[in-house]
């Protein structure tokens, strides 16, 4: 990441509507950061300087006095409508067991069908995010795999590396939580962009110039993710690679590589607007859009383990040449937030064996003890992976609100 994000870039996505706030303290319960002022029974407010954007203070609040403010709906509906506009969704795992929902369906039911169909009659061109994430995968293992062949091995790297143990980068929640609260341990961030970091540029370099054929600056990019803290992530203002891209070629516009966000919320919302009902629409499939391709280790990006387990299947593979089977997570009584794992891995060229030893954390707090132990350069740890959202991105702040509040 070329520019730091500071604190005082942001103002803050989420909001307490004062009017509605009883003061009951139940966001303060669920805040990762600690980040929402006031006194139990007054109205409280949340500090923009502190907040990680993750909405679960939001999709927790038991009288809806928490609000969502940035919202695109209008907007893209008006760029689906302007006749000029290419614009795709790139949509993350985490939506299709979770839009059925908001129509009626049962929690949990797997809509992808019928999501594409609707998306397609809505307008959008298509690409899965789970493309994107095995991308974020290939990128994330590898870099592991040149970390442990240089700190483990002792092998010659002339290749710029950050340190062990290596975090995972793809939670736009704990990565600004690290800036914010830890920012001396920065380096130990992978440095593969998230899914959402590199599906916009594939879809307005390669997309653009291979699939829609189309001017790049007339793709309008619509990230639709389970997560509010992606609008913040979209808004960086390192995440401009296709513009830069296209900027060397001649080009001259500029633009983020995804132009905005919508929650699943905002998904349900605009389609109800265009009058389309997912639990009647055609469904579609994408069976000649590349980027509508994906393996199983894309899919379990959404939930707690998922990246851990899928960079690790890459870096298994390479250092031993055989395919990993399940991961199994020690054990720990008490503290089943954070999830740890032995990995034994024979290298297929020397025969050697190693142990790789990973953490599997979700919920942003839990991570603490693991980062004191790095700062003391104590960690027994290879990789870590950290998701702010207890559960991972399917209880993201972005998804359907419960009524009933979330088992967490
Ligand atoms: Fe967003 Fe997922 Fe991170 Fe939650 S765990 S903040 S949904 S990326």
């Not at 395919?323 to 891995?345: M, T």
Request: glycine share 8%; charged share 25%; with cysteine.
């Amino acid at each position: 990441m070329s520019k730091s994000y500071q604190k005082n870039e942001l103002d803050s996505i989420i909001k307490i509507d004062e009017q509605k706030c009883k003061g009951c303290d139940t966001c303060t319960a669920f805040c990762p950061a600690d980040a929402i002022d006031g006194a139990y029974g007054a109205v409280h407010k949340i500090d923009s300087s502190r907040c990680l954007q993750c909405g679960q203070c939001l999709i927790n609040c038991p009288f809806g006095a928490i609000d969502d403010t940035v919202d695109a709906v209008d907007l893209v509906m008006s760029k689906l409508k302007d006749g000029k506009t290419t614009v795709v969704a790139t949509i993350a795992p985490a939506v299709r067991v979770a839009l059925g929902e908001e129509f009626g369906m049962e929690p949990g039911k797997l809509v992808t069908e019928q999501m594409y169909g609707a998306l397609k009659e809505a307008g959008f061109k298509i690409m899965d995010v789970n493309f994107a994430a095995d991308n974020t995968i290939m990128e994330e293992g590898t870099e592991l795999v040149h970390k442990i062949q240089k700190y483990v091995l002792g092998m010659d790297s002339h290749e710029e590396l950050g340190p062990l143990p290596q975090f995972t980068s793809c939670c736009p929640a704990w990565v600004r939580y690290m800036e914010l609260y830890s920012p001396t341990l920065r380096k130990h961030l992978s440095s593969a962009k998230s899914p959402q970091g590199m599906a916009g540029p594939v879809a307005k370099i390669y997309g653009a110039s291979e699939i829609w054929k189309v001017a790049p600056e007339s793709i309008f990019c619509v990230g639709i993710y389970p997560c509010t803290a992606k609008k913040m992530e979209a808004s960086r203002p390192e995440f401009t690679a296709a513009a830069d891209y296209w900027k060397k070629r001649g080009h001259t516009a500029t633009y983020q590589d995804t132009d905005v966000v919508l929650t699943t919320r905002d998904l349900a919302r605009l389609l109800k607007k265009l009058n389309i009902d997912i639990t009647n629409v055609k469904p579609a499939e994408e069976k000649d859009n590349p980027l509508a391709e994906y393996t199983g280790a894309g899919t379990i990006f959404g939930a707690t383990g998922g990246v851990m387990e899928a960079a690790l299947r890459t870096a298994y593979f390479v250092l031993t040449g055989e395919e990993l089977s399940q991961l199994k997570y020690e054990p720990v009584r008490g503290l089943k937030e954070v999830k740890k794992a032995d990995v034994p891995i024979k290298l297929k060229n020397s025969g050697k064996e190693i142990t790789l030893k990973v953490a599997v954390v979700h919920g942003t707090k839990n991570v603490e003890p693991l980062l004191e132990e790095v700062k003391d350069g104590k960690s027994p740890y290879h990789f870590i992976e950290v998701m702010n959202c207890p559960g991972g991105c399917v209880n993201g702040g972005g998804q359907p609100i419960n009524p009933m509040g979330t088992s967490w």
